[in-house]
């Protein structure tokens, strides 16, 4: 309402009244990971840059954390692009509140990814097991990083873990501020 009388013709974005939605029912909070292409080979896949922890060690590590903190966690890989961005869309119906994601190799390649990523406006941390910064050249540049909260890389399966630990610790501010639960802001 407006202080006029008249009713604000103002409708929240669906997407946002999708999160607010999910805010209100009081459900735990829903953090997606999400792995990109090669991903499931970890453990067997040049184990010198990525180390001999499997993709399935890994999730079960983080579902430990994510039950540890009462929050819901759902892990996904493909090597699929359209695969990826399905999921990344497939977010705030499913009432996800923040994505920890390794594109892999789509990092460097996916304007769809990031497009998908911006459209949902889900936040979102890049992680990498490697140090891409430290590698060839192409893997310097990423089409998510000016997107996400945060990025992590060259910390190997240690970096999904801090990157669930900062969601969470996003998420919890969020729902302890005075206006109420939210999701971050970026930038
Ligand atoms: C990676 C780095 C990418 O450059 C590479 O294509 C990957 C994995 C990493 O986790 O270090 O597949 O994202």
Redesign the pocket.
């Known amino acids: 309402m407006l202080a006029s009388g008249k009713k604000s013709a103002y409708k929240a974005p669906y997407f946002a009244q999708l999160r607010v939605f999910s805010a209100i029912t009081k459900m735990a909070r829903l953090i997606w990971v999400i792995h990109?292409?090669?991903?499931n080979l970890l453990g067997m896949?040049e184990p010198s840059?990525?180390g001999s922890t499997s993709l399935a060690r890994i999730d079960a590590e983080l579902a430990k954390v994510a039950k540890a903190h009462g929050v819901r966690l759902d892990s996904f890989q493909s090597n699929h692009e359209g695969a990826l961005v399905d999921r990344v869309q497939s977010a705030p119906a499913a009432g996800v509140d923040y994505i920890v994601v390794?594109?892999?190799?789509?990092?460097?390649t996916s304007v769809a990814l990031r497009d998908a990523l911006a459209a949902v406006a889900v936040p979102f941390i890049e992680?990498?097991?490697?140090?891409?910064h430290r590698?060839?050249a192409?893997?310097h540049h990423s089409y998510l990083s000016d997107l996400a909260t945060g990025v992590i890389?060259?910390l190997g399966p240690i970096?999904y873990r801090l990157a669930l630990q900062a969601a969470i610790e996003s998420l919890r501010g969020a729902d302890a501020s005075p206006s109420g639960p939210r999701p971050p802001k970026k930038g």
């Open positions: 990109g292409p090669n991903l896949r840059v990525y390794n594109p892999a190799a789509y990092t460097h992680v990498h097991l490697s140090n891409i590698r060839e192409f893997r890389a060259g970096g």
